[in-house]
């Protein structure tokens, strides 16, 4: 009752080296040692024990670099002078930097606020392929969302583009501290806004002004506001059109 038998114990470190998921590990304890009467809990415990034992010494951040550095992670780190506690980190695996270089004319960027372990922004960076598909270009974790933040981290992705490459767009939502230093990192750039982002605006603000009936916000976000947006995209469309001679491959999006 106190803990996992050795088999116990084989089977856990085998399905977790495994990446098989707590649920599964504890349906295979249940059927292979019964007699054990394991616990869900029990093998929390023990995939956190196998996790700490591989640091062999190491504190998380000591593991952090370890493991970096063992799968050849682009990585750079900003920490405080005074203490020398860690701020900033951006990171970079080596096959989405050779994506990267290969297709760097469409990069998308936005941050969760706040909803990790260590309540910091965490900001993640992606590309697109000829095909329409997404990959991970890097992610980096920020002290705050301020303009020397968002600075800091287009400067590392500018490192990894290199300096006479010039992204064709980038989007991002309206993030106030993110506008002025994409513009001063990457001039060459166009900066354009998510429609995405853009349409869950309207409809908050239609959601707050019309005594907040959801529904109402609902049917205005896709009937009246999807037309106006259409609209706009089928004139930005034409005078493009017009302009480029009859021929365009350039997506659009509302600024």
């Not at 968002?150 to 400067?155: G, K």
């Not at 009246?224 to 947006?229: F, L, Q, R």
Request: net charge positive; charged share 25%; proline share 4%.
């Amino acid at each position: 009752m106190s803990g996992l038998s050795g088999e116990a114990k084989e089977i856990v470190r085998d399905m977790t080296a495994a990446q098989a998921k707590p649920c599964s590990i504890m349906a295979a304890l249940k059927e292979k040692v019964p007699s054990d009467n394991p616990r869900i809990k029990q093998v929390y415990n023990y995939r956190e024990t196998l996790r700490k034992s591989s640091f062999e010494g190491r504190d998380v951040v000591g593991q952090f670099y370890h493991m970096a550095q063992q799968n050849d992670y682009v990585h750079w780190t900003l920490a405080e002078e005074d203490t020398g506690v860690l701020t900033h980190i951006f990171m970079a695996h080596p096959d989405s930097v050779r994506l990267l270089r290969t297709y760097y004319w469409i990069i998308g960027m936005d941050s969760t606020y706040k909803t990790n372990k260590y309540k910091l922004p965490f900001l993640e960076i992606i590309g697109m392929t000829p095909c329409n598909k997404n990959f991970i270009i890097a992610y980096a974790i920020m002290k705050d969302e301020t303009e020397g933040s968002y600075r800091w981290v287009l400067e590392r992705l500018r490192c990894l583009i290199g300096e006479h490459i010039h992204p064709s767009a980038i989007l991002t939502d309206r993030e106030l501290g993110l506008m002025r230093p994409v513009s001063e990192v990457f001039p060459r750039s166009s900066h354009l806004l998510c429609t995405w982002h853009i349409n869950k605006d309207v409809e908050d603000r239609v959601y707050r002004i019309s005594g907040k009936n959801q529904e109402f916000a609902e049917i205005f976000k896709n009937s009246t506001w999807k037309k106006i947006i259409y609209n706009n995209i089928f004139f930005i469309s034409r005078s493009w059109f017009a302009k480029c001679g009859g021929y365009s491959r350039i997506p659009f999006t509302i600024r």
